[in-house]
Each structure stands twice: as structure tokens, then as C-alpha cells.
């Protein structure tokens, strides 16, 4: 079975043009005494309605940028009305007008789909505040620093100071994992140590260094266990936790700490390696 789908669009012929001017050919005094006290009326209209929508977006929560996208588009809504009720005090065929301009309407959406696709994740992401300029987020394709939100593109600086510009589009459908939202973050680091030292030994030195380091928060309290028994050694896992901002400070000193703590204290860090035994027959 097939299904055949058709779509009709107005388009403006002879006919249209010649009711549009001849519209205009009929104004009569009257019809522009109508247009000039609509005019007057919808300016005061669009005043009052304008500030009324001013107050509602000065006690929201709403991102500037977002603000004025709304004021902007209630204007232009406010003065295509006021327009389309002007033209018709003096008499033109609004209706032939209004569908001319829709059929235009409609042929610039479709030709600028991805541009409006951007403006609507522009929108969606001032409204919904998945992140903050600031903010290290991970958006699927790009990881960095968010320098600037705009309504077409985000862009993001990379740990490596790579300047991206991604398309609102693409970031409103992929996973947003925002690293600093929150004041603290876990920093979980791994180790292994020789089977030849006593896991009692090896735990306790890596509390002391968790508990020694200056940017390591006392709540919640760090954590170090086993976290498995490998073929060549003992691994352990410590967590602790830390400011956002000090994870990598945290994280570096305390991985570069590994090596001169296990030496001091007379305890191997292996590495994957086989025993091989000569047996005489």
C-alpha cells in the first residue's frame, strides 16, 4: 500500500495584486482617520504591555541574553498586530496580505532550519542553565571551559587554550556533564603495592597523605581500601575530597607523592611481571 502526501502553498498571482491595489486605490478620508487614532492607540498599548512585560522579566530568574530575545519578539508581535489592524482601518484586504507574507514566512524557515535550530538550543540552554560561563563542562565532542553563551553558538575553551565554537543544536542533544557545579569534587586515585606488604601498612600511609595534604577536605572523610588483588600486586583505591577548584592541584600532588612515600617507607610498587621456576629432572 503507498500513501502519497501533497502540499498546497498559497502562492500571490495577478489576482492577489490587483485586490491588494485596488484596496489601496479606495482609502477614503475616514479610513485614515481610523488608521492615525490606531496608531495612537496601539502605541499606548505597546508602551503599557512592553513595561508590564518588563517588570515580569526584571523579578524572573531569566538570563539576560534571554530577556531580550523575549522582549524583542514581544515587540515585534505586538507591532506585526498593530500593523495588520492599521491596514485594515484603511480598508486593504489584509487577508490576501497576511497569507502573502506567511508563504514568505514560510520559505525563509525553511531556508535558514539550521540557523533557527541554533536559536532554539540557544534558548533552551539560557532557559534551562545547564551550565554558566566559567563553568569546565564536557559536551559529548569538547571538553573545556565555557567562555561565552550565545543564541547561535557556545564557545568553550580547551584545557590546551583551543578556542571551539559549538552550534547550540548539537550541544542541547548531547550529554552535558557539568564539572563545576558543585563546591566539592572526589578525587579517586589507584595504586598497587607488593603482596610482600601488609595491607594494614600500606592503607594507614595512604590515610597519612590524604590526611597530611593541606587542600583535602575533612568531610567527608577520605577514604583508602583494597580494591582488588591483581595477578603481580595489591591495588588500592584512596577518595578524597576537595574545592572544585583544587581537583587537578589535589590530584597531581598526591599521584606525585606515590612514588616518594612508598620508597620511604620500604614498600614496592610492582608491576606486571611473571616468575619463572627452573626445576631440575
Known sequence: ??????????????????????????????????????????????????????????????????????????????????????????????????????????????ALQNFLSNVAGGIQLLASHPFAVGDFVDVGVCSGTVEEIGMFYTKVVTPDNKLVQLPNSAIVTANITNFSAQPTRRVELKVSASYDAPTERVTALLAKMAADHPLVLDEPEPAVHVEQYGGSAVCYVMRVWCANADYWTVYYDLMDGFKPAFDGAGIEMTYPHVNVHMVDR
Do not use: H, Y
Open 1 to 110: 500500500m503507498s500513501i502519497s502526501m501533497s502540499l498546497t502553498v498559497f502562492t500571490p498571482d495577478g489576482e492577489t495584486a490587483k485586490s491588494l491595489w485596488s484596496s489601496i486605490e479606495n482609502i477614503t478620508a475616514s479610513n485614515i482617520f481610523g488608521a492615525v487614532l490606531s496608531v495612537v492607540i496601539s502605541l499606548i498599548l505597546i508602551k503599557v504591555l512592553t513595561k508590564a512585560l518588563n517588570r515580569v522579566l526584571d523579578r524572573s530568574k531569566l538570563d539576560a541574553s534571554l530577556q531580550a530575545l523575549l522582549r524583542n519578539l514581544f515587540k515585534g508581535a505586538l507591532w506585526s498586530v498593530a500593523v495588520i489592524v492599521v491596514l485594515g482601518c484603511l480598508g486593504i484586504e489584509v487577508t490576501s496580505l497576511v497569507a502573502v507574507l506567511s508563504v514568505i514566512g514560510l520559505a525563509f524557515s525553511l
